[in-house]
């Protein structure tokens, strides 16, 4: 069996030592879950999709996250297209609208109205049914690794949004990063997004009655925009020397 190193930071290992955890057994079972996540929504992708079974096929998308494929591929569809294009989930993204990742967008300062996703065709996956463009299908698996990488037991449509930002062929992507919203900015409001929402929890009275992280309030949005304001102010820097007059 090969072998394969795992690096952990250094207060983790001193913790992993101390209590004694298998880590072998542990990293095992966790590569076999990613894989099976990935291995998944490969087969979903490329192959004919069903809107109306989506739910079925991606057992791990949220219920919101279903709604917004749901709604790119019936706006393909309605087009007479044979693709569901990365404008098409982002347009679906946007049309949700209660969704994490639209709040993301509020906190970011790129307001949602003022996304259009050009209808641009993309490269076909291959098949003859309805099918989710390359650029799409990389998207989707890209938020199904966001999902991973976060240690996340769903994919939501927050992964989605920094999916879209990360993808480099795409238009929705394209789209996205002239807005400033690129694949590590996304990364990096989701997690200050999700640590405002694990607050909240904590400090709720009722943790059972906490609301869920698409109904986040104005203090998680605060969260991420304060997260994002040293990024913004040194890329505002970075221009005024670049651009003195």
Do not use: W
């Not at 879950?33 to 739910?55: F, G, K, M, W």
């Amino acid at each position: 069996m090969p072998k394969i190193n795992v690096y952990l930071p250094d207060e983790l290992a001193d913790a992993v030592r101390e209590t004694g955890l298998p880590v072998s057994p542990i990293c095992q079972r966790a590569l076999e879950q990613a894989v099976r996540r990935i291995t998944t929504i490969r087969q979903a992708v490329l192959s004919d999709l069903d809107p109306d079974r989506l739910s079925e096929r991606l057992p791990s998308f949220t219920g919101r996250l279903v709604i917004v494929l749901t709604l790119a591929a019936r706006r393909a569809q309605e087009a007479g297209a044979g693709t569901v294009t990365t404008a098409d989930l982002l347009h679906g993204l946007l049309a949700e609208n209660h969704n994490l990742g639209v709040q993301i967008l509020t906190a970011m300062d790129v307001a949602p109205d003022s996304l259009t996703p050009p209808s641009t065709p993309e490269p076909d996956s291959g098949g003859s049914g309805l099918r989710f463009s390359a650029p799409a299908a990389v998207a989707l698996e890209l938020a199904v690794g966001e999902a991973i990488g976060f240690g996340h037991n769903y994919v939501g449509c927050e992964h989605l949004l920094v999916g879209l930002a990360g993808e480099p062929d795409g238009s929705a992507g394209e789209l996205l990063r002239s807005r400033a919203v690129d694949g590590k900015s996304a990364r990096r409001a989701v997690a200050a997004a999700v640590a405002g929402y694990a607050h909240l929890r904590s400090t709720a009275p009722d943790q059972q009655h906490a609301p869920a992280p698409q109904a986040t309030p104005a203090a998680l949005l605060t969260a991420v925009r304060a997260e994002l304001t040293p990024l913004i102010e040194r890329i505002e820097a970075l221009e005024i020397r670049l651009n003195p007059a």
